[in-house]
Nanobody, 124 residues
Framework: VQLQASGGGLVQAGGSLRLSCAAS????????MAWYRQAPGNQRELVAT???????TYVDSVKGRFTISRDNAKNTVYLQMNSLKPEDTAVYYC???????????????????WGQGTLVTVSS
């Protein structure tokens, strides 16, 4: 199982970006998916989560500006980021929790996986 994140880049304050993260492999199911971020010198921070049923949570600093969504058929999670601020600058990582995959003679899991990170830079 691999997670491939994309969509980061440089944007001016007030702008928007949409991150995507696709999970590949013989995936049977994924429980929760999430986005984390890590700014230089800071610890990794949970930004948003979404369950396989569509329930979402957000860190207070992004509520009303970011929207997490997922396409279960494509095993893909998205993060729509609007009204970006310089303090949103960070490397954003996707996370897939409770992944069960088909290993041939049966299933394995659940396991957790991380994407490689995509850099978001917001200029003032």
């Amino acid at each position: 199982v691999q997670l491939q994140a994309s969509g980061g880049g440089l944007v001016q304050a007030g702008g928007s970006l949409r991150l995507s993260c696709a999970a590949s492999g013989s995936i049977f199911s994924i429980n929760a998916m999430a986005w984390y971020r890590q700014a230089p010198g800071n610890q990794r921070e949970l930004v948003a989560t979404i369950t396989n049923g569509g329930s979402t949570t957000y860190v207070d600093s992004v509520k009303g500006r970011f929207t997490i969504s997922r396409d279960n058929a494509k095993n893909t999670v998205y993060l729509q980021m609007n009204s970006l601020k310089p303090e949103d600058t960070a490397v954003y990582y996707c996370h897939a929790g409770g992944v069960v995959y088909n290993s041939g003679p049966g299933y394995r899991g659940p396991y957790d996986y991380w994407g490689q990170g995509t850099l978001v830079t917001v200029s003032s």
